[in-house]
């Protein structure tokens, strides 16, 4: 009974806990939300923000960072620049409500000129920090004339720094804002907006200079505070790099502050190399800087309450959550988090992707299988042969013993008797095409009084009981073929879902050597990734910072990759950022190593604008080049329709992926089962590989093509049944190799077939061929149709269609620019 008891009582205990800590943290998560609301979303963090700005000073009277503020908030978030100039009116007032008309009235001319200038200025961003400077230029130097009567050298000299500073604060705050907005950031941030950062977080704590909490100092807490934060977060680098700028700005506001900046200095690289001891380490760090430091530069007298100072700002540090310095960490590159977060980005994506194209892989393998399944021989196949016989001699009893007067002595007292007899009768007819043997004739003529009638019915019954088994026969075939095309299909997602859940290949060292090599050539990489360096399938990611579309990929980029990897590289597919601080990414990869030009000479009959003829040129995903000429059975409307629906149903299935056997059986189960008339289509494919120049023929129901090569022409011919006739045949595939310099000219039989008077169309088709004299496809093309409306007088008799392919190598359309040799090097 006390087990019993324990029992249930322990996971009541456990619930109890757990209960507690859910609502701590949905109080917690509802917290968050409600500050990210309130300073994020509402725009209060800007009205914070101005009223420190707005009240911070630079050697002790200059306040350039007013209008830089504004002029950044009113460029990114223009919906809540007024909440941004009413916290800087108010700190400019708590100096004086003389500094707060000048901030107003500043801002006022700066609004007023640059809305006036708008309609003529072609990129706002270039133009801002110099309406900065020349505004803060004329108001400060208006402000002197009006509250002094007069302007000294010193004054135009103050009022010119203070413009240039206005200028140099409007580039940082324009880069740094975007950093306090609540969007989702993927990219990692760069050294230059961490300095930006450091810098506007530095000026807005100049705003708290003066304010002190039982005899200490703010702003130097605050500073500290911020050293601790970074050196925990980004190490030794970053961290004195945090303490040079925020001394920097401090001694600027205060000179009595001075030696704080190589307090923070050395503070931050302390505690960078000690951040292995976590947060203890970096307080420890912080504590050592500040007791040599402050001995050495204010003397003992201060050091008491520098070291209270240090002591506040480490309790802030340790009180901070490891939470949000988790997070800091993640947009830090070089960080250990920041590895690790993208890594999981890119997994779960990857995974996510892989997981749904499996799941339709299995939808279609399970399909295949359903309709499958109605060509396995199944355990009802006797009883519905059986329930198949009972239906016809059903049918021939009504047209003939319904009316009989023997019927209940034939059927009622004699039922198997009459049954089997019947039965023998329709095997026999069966077999013997609707003829009896004479004994089983006599036998039935006893039996039955209506015997002619009854033989006569069973006749015509097998006529249509044929028809219905020929019937069901082609939806068994149709049903094979689905089934075989929806395993196709199955099997092809099931490969990509295995393609996508490869790991990419670690490429670091050779990325860094790339990147490496890139820099040195003086152009600016933001990132390298590489997905693969086998030859002729090489696959490169490279991210750059906003290039303007001055395409430095193309003409720069592509051709140094391509002297790197001793194989002609060309950029594939670019994504330039819309706005100037954003990103540009390209991806390279191998080019082929030939190319195909095409032209065409297409006529309807008799000069009509429908032609029953449909032709495609097309470049796949893969790697191959299709070219096609569809001819639907007759001419006219109907022709056209049938030609160009099998042409778009080829290409939409090729460019899934799928085998060009099983692409064009596919086409062909489709034509023969969506109309009962004989509309027939032939088509002509040449599938040639743009890596090798190889070439695959199919032709169904087509004309022969021919390849010119030099003084040389080739006959491709195949024979095989036009599309839409058999529900099952199989494709004749003929291979050619291809050369640089070929000429493969395909063509309809409206050209084969054309000319009058000829009797053996191959040889006077290639003698033809061989006397042209021009390599380019559309003159060729046209030529060729001209010799044929010739030789018939002028008319059109058929519809006519003829394609001439070039096959060229593919010289790349810059040379490539030499860099140092890496190719040894990258493959090690």
């Known amino acids: 009974m006390a087990n019993v008891e324990r029992n249930l009582i322990e996971p009541l205990g456990e619930v109890n806990l757990e209960k507690p800590k859910l609502e701590l943290s949905r109080g917690i998560n509802k917290f968050h939300l409600l500050l990210e609301t309130v300073f994020l979303k509402k725009g209060y963090l800007l009205l914070l923000l101005g009223f420190l700005l707005g009240r911070a000073l630079i050697l002790a009277q200059l306040t350039p960072f007013s209008l830089p503020f504004f002029a950044a908030v009113y460029f990114i978030r223009k919906e809540k620049a007024p909440i941004a100039l009413i916290g800087l009116i108010a700190g400019a007032a708590t100096i004086s409500l003389t500094k707060a008309g000048s901030v107003f009235a500043i801002i006022f001319l700066f609004l007023f000129a640059f809305r006036i200038a708008k ?20 108001g400060k130097i208006a402000e002197d004339v009006i509250l002094t009567t007069k302007l000294s050298l010193y004054d135009g000299m103050m009022a010119g720094v203070e413009a240039s500073l206005g200028f140099i604060l409007t580039l940082i705050f324009v880069q740094s804002l975007p950093l306090l907005s609540n969007s989702k950031r993927r990219q990692p941030l760069k050294t230059e907006e961490i300095v930006c950062l450091i810098i506007m977080l530095a000026s807005v704590m100049t705003g708290t200079i003066g304010w002190s909490l039982y005899d200490l100092s703010v702003e130097y807490i605050m500073s500290r505070y911020l050293v601790l934060l970074f050196a925990f ?20 506001a205060n000179v009595t502050s001075f030696y704080h900046m190589s307090l923070l200095a050395f503070a931050g690289l302390l505690g960078g190399l000690l951040k292995d001891g976590r947060k203890v380490g970096v307080a420890a760090g912080l504590l ?83 309709f499958s399944s109605y060509d396995e021989p199944s355990e009802w196949e006797d009883d519905e042969d059986s329930r198949e016989l009972d239906y016809f001699l059903s049918n021939v009893t009504e047209k003939t013993c319904q009316t009989c007067f023997k019927k209940d002595h034939c059927w009622a007292r004699n039922f198997d008797t009459t049954y089997d007899y019947m039965k023998e009768i329709m095997n026999e007819m069966d077999y ?85 090599a890139l820099q040195e050539f003086g152009i600016h990489i933001e990132q390298v990734e590489i997905y693969s360096l086998e030859q002729r399938n090489v696959d490169i990611d490279i991210t750059i910072p906003y290039c303007n579309g001055h395409g430095e990929c193309e003409k720069l980029i592509a051709p140094m990759l391509s002297d790197i990897l001793g194989e002609t590289i060309v950029v594939i597919s670019e994504e330039c950022s819309t706005y100037p601080n954003g990103f540009c990414h390209f991806t390279f990869r191998s080019s082929k190593a030939f190319t195909v030009e095409s032209a065409v000479a297409h006529a309807a009959k008799d000069g009509g604008f429908l032609s029953g003829d449909s032709y495609s040129t097309m470049e796949l995903g893969c790697g191959k080049y299709a070219i096609a000429i569809s001819d639907g059975m007759g001419n006219g409307e109907r022709a056209h329709v049938e030609s160009k629906e099998t042409l778009q149903l080829l290409h939409q299935i090729l460019q899934s992926g799928i085998e060009e056997k099983v692409a064009i059986k596919s086409v062909n189960s489709v034509l023969s089962l969506r109309t009962t008339d004989e509309i027939f289509s032939t088509l002509d494919l040449a599938m040639i590989d743009l890596q090798n120049a190889s070439a695959e023929f199919l032709k169904i129901g087509s004309t022969p093509s021919f390849i010119k090569r030099g003084n040389k022409v080739i006959k ?14 199989e494709v004749d595939v003929v291979s050619e190799q291809l050369k640089a310099g070929d000429l493969l000219i395909m063509m309809s039989d409206g050209i084969f077939e054309g000319p009058r008077h ?16 021009t390599d380019d496809p559309q003159s060729i093309a046209d030529l060729i149709m001209e010799e044929v409306i010739r030789s018939r007088a002028g008319s059109i008799e058929d519809d006519m269609t003829v394609i001439v392919a070039n096959i060229k190598h593919n010289t790349p359309k810059w040379s490539s620019i030499p860099v140092q040799d890496l190719s040894k090097r990258l493959t090690s």
Request: glycine fraction near 6%; hydrophobic fraction near 40%.
């Open 758 to 773: 000829v009797e053996n169309f191959d040889l006077w088709m290639k003698r033809k061929i061989l006397e042209l004299k």
């Open 288 to 370: 050592i800087a500040t007791l040599l430091i402050g001995m050495y530069g204010e003397g003992n007298g201060t050091l008491s309450k520098t070291l209270l100072e240090t002591a506040a700002a480490i309790l802030l540090f340790i009180l901070t959550p490891n939470a949000l310095l988790t997070k800091l960490a993640k947009y830090i590159p070089g960080t250990a988090e920041h590895a690790a977060e993208q890594q999981q980005y890119m997994r779960k994506v990857r995974d996510v992707t892989a997981q749904r194209v499996a799941q339709f892989s299995t939808v279609f393998q399970a399909l295949s299988k359903s």
């Open 432 to 516: 013997n095409q609707g003829e009896l043997s004479t004994k089983l004739s006599r036998e039935w003529e006893k039996h039955c009084t209506r015997a002619k009638k009854v033989t006569d019915t069973i006749q015509q019954e097998l006529t249509y009981y044929h028809a219905n088994q020929k019937l069901k026969k082609q939806v068994q075939e149709s049903r094979r073929l689905v089934a075989e095309q929806l395993l196709g299909v199955s099997e092809v997602m099931g490969d990509f879902a295995k393609e996508i859940q490869r790991e990419r290949e670690n490429h670091h060292k050779q990325e860094e050597l790339i990147l490496e």
């Open 233 to 252: 977060v980004a190490g030794a680098t970053m961290g004195s790099t945090v303490g040079v700028l925020t001394g920097l700005i401090f001694s600027l």
């Open 716 to 729: 491709i011919q195949a024979s095989n049944l036009p599309m839409g006739i058999l529900q099952d045949f």
């Open 119 to 138: 309609k003529w200025l072609k990129n706002e961003m270039k133009a801002l920090p110099f309406f900065v400077f020349f505004t803060l230029l004329a």
